[in-house]
């Protein structure tokens, strides 16, 4: 596995593992606690080493099922965790991030890892309640306290991560981004750019859209987040088709995967892009690590960027209650 090294020189594999989906969102899990254990100690022994979860994804559960999965190799990984829900009743009840809020997540989130010092603290979601220099702030002393290394953001706005940059040097922001979600490229990448901010795209393979297993006859269980996408319903599935069947065509010409070449895409936008794509099954794993090794020249770039191009996207990336959460 390659190495890659986001904002502040943290060095993580170029590939992470994105372990929400282990939890929740996808309906429910073909495989027991035991079986996700092994899934995230075999992504170390494949040489992944950048693992991301959230108090709420659960809530708590995930990030319990990750700090009892790599405890035994704690020195071998960086954890990536957040904050900045309300949590009640177990279950997200609006953004709260708070300081003395963020402090409680912080040390409650390292019993649940079972380590001393989390590697990344994102805030989740801007929360318009809290000025973000606060938030960086309170980030600023959990780094002085030794229970935090480093900052980041999810999802926010160019003017807010500068603003937080000015008070906390921010190491790495993370938002939805592929080939079928360009959002962050008119404004924040190059916002990124210049400040030394590493980015972490989660969803990189359009929640299994990009990876052509994912068609007009598809039926999602009970629970899965995919039900309440606009992009993913069954008009919006066949419309979008064609940029799948791109990828796939280009994925054919390689010798790799949809998943992979999605991906190669992704690692070919700045040499400081990490994405994080989840699953479930170590075969899938090493699919995904193995990305780094599909080079896409000049020419299949642009090709795969004038077709996506071309066609657009059908359809929101979330549903409304979600989509007022991002980009503030």
């Keep these: 596995m390659h190495t890659r ?18 939890s929740q969102s996808y309906g429910p899990n073909p495989g027991s606690r035991t079986d996700m254990i092994g899934v995230l100690r ?44 309300r949590i009640e009743n177990g279950a997200s009840n609006g953004l709260d991030s708070r300081p003395e809020q963020m402090k409680r997540v912080a040390d409650a989130s390292l019993r649940r890892l079972r380590t001393e010092t989390i590697d990344l603290f994102y805030q989740h979601r801007v929360d318009p309640d809290v000025p973000i220099e606060d938030v960086a702030g309170a980030v600023g002393e959990l780094v002085q306290a030794g229970k935090v290394r480093h900052f980041g953001l999810s999802e926010a706005a160019a003017s807010t991560i500068r603003r937080a940059h000015a008070v906390h040097p921010v190491t790495a922001v993370q938002s939805e981004y592929s080939l079928w979600t360009r959002d962050p490229e008119p404004e924040v990448l190059p916002v990124l750019a210049e400040l030394g901010i590493g980015f972490v795209p989660f969803s990189p393979l359009g929640k299994g859209f990009l990876t052509g297993t994912v068609d007009t006859t598809t039926t999602f269980s009970d629970g899965d987040v995919r039900t309440t996408i606009p992009r993913f319903s069954e008009d919006n599935r066949a419309a979008n088709q064609q940029l799948v069947d791109q990828v796939t065509a280009l994925a054919q010409a390689k010798n790799a995967t949809p998943g992979q070449v999605a991906l190669a895409w992704l690692l070919a936008q700045h040499p400081s892009i990490v994405p994080i794509p989840g699953t479930r099954r170590i075969e899938r794993v090493e699919e995904n690590a193995a990305a780094t090794n599909v080079a896409l020249s000049a020419d299949e770039r642009a090709d795969l960027d004038a077709v996506a191009g071309r066609l657009g996207v059908h359809g929101d990336r979330y549903n409304e209650t979600h989509m007022v959460l991002v980009g503030k």
């Design 42 to 85: 075999g992504a170390v022994e494949r040489g992944v080493t950048f693992f991301d979860t959230a108090e709420v994804y659960g809530p708590y559960v995930n990030e319990e099922l990750v700090g009892e999965a790599l405890s035994p190799v704690r020195d071998r990984v960086v954890l990536a965790t957040k904050f900045g829900w």
């Design 5 to 22: 090294t986001l904002g502040q020189g943290l060095q993580v594999s170029a590939i992470g593992l994105g372990c929400m989906g282990m």
